[in-house]
């Protein structure tokens, strides 16, 4: 049996991911157990624009995008900070107002820890 990292979900991040396609939702825990065990999926990577130790799942879908951000250094669990369907068809890029929104409950999921 292998050892693995409990998965945690903020509650507003797992009430998004609730409203993902079943097969979305699938693709999205078989990445975070891969991250469990330690390891990167092919469909993560490092997510820019927070500190390290932050990962986003990226995958698209009949045409839309869905992204699941989740944090492996803030505590022994792997903790699902946000989860969004990215609206904007014009950028890969991440809209800023999804980075701030990330930015903050890390800030808080932090100070809630300690």
Same mark, same amino acid.
């Given at each position: 049996?292998?050892?693995?990292? +409990?998965? !945690? %979900?903020?509650?507003a991040?797992?009430?998004?991911? !609730? /409203?993902?396609?079943?097969?979305?939702? !699938? $693709?999205?825990? $078989?990445?975070?157990?891969?991250?469990?065990?330690?390891?990167? @999926?092919?469909?993560?990577?490092?997510?820019?624009?927070?500190? #390290?130790?932050v990962?986003? *799942?990226?995958?698209?879908?009949? #045409? $839309?995008?869905?992204?699941?951000?989740?944090?492996? =250094?803030?505590?022994?669990?792997? %903790?699902?900070? +946000?989860?969004?369907?990215? =609206? @904007?068809?014009? @950028?890969?890029?991440?809209?800023q107002? /999804?980075? $701030? &929104? *990330?930015?903050?409950? &890390?800030?808080?999921?932090? /100070?809630?820890? =300690?």
């Amino acid at each position: 049996m292998r050892d693995l990292r +409990h998965i !945690s %979900w903020l509650k507003a991040a797992r009430k998004d991911f !609730s /409203e993902f396609p079943e097969d979305v939702q !699938s $693709d999205v825990f $078989d990445a975070l157990t891969v991250a469990a065990e330690g390891m990167l @999926s092919g469909k993560a990577k490092p997510f820019k624009g927070v500190d #390290g130790g932050v990962f986003e *799942i990226a995958l698209r879908y009949r #045409g $839309d995008a869905f992204r699941a951000i989740y944090a492996v =250094k803030i505590d022994v669990d792997i %903790w699902v900070i +946000h989860a969004f369907q990215k =609206k @904007s068809k014009q @950028s890969v890029k991440t809209p800023q107002m /999804e980075v $701030d &929104l *990330i930015r903050e409950r &890390l800030k808080r999921l932090k /100070e809630a820890l =300690k």
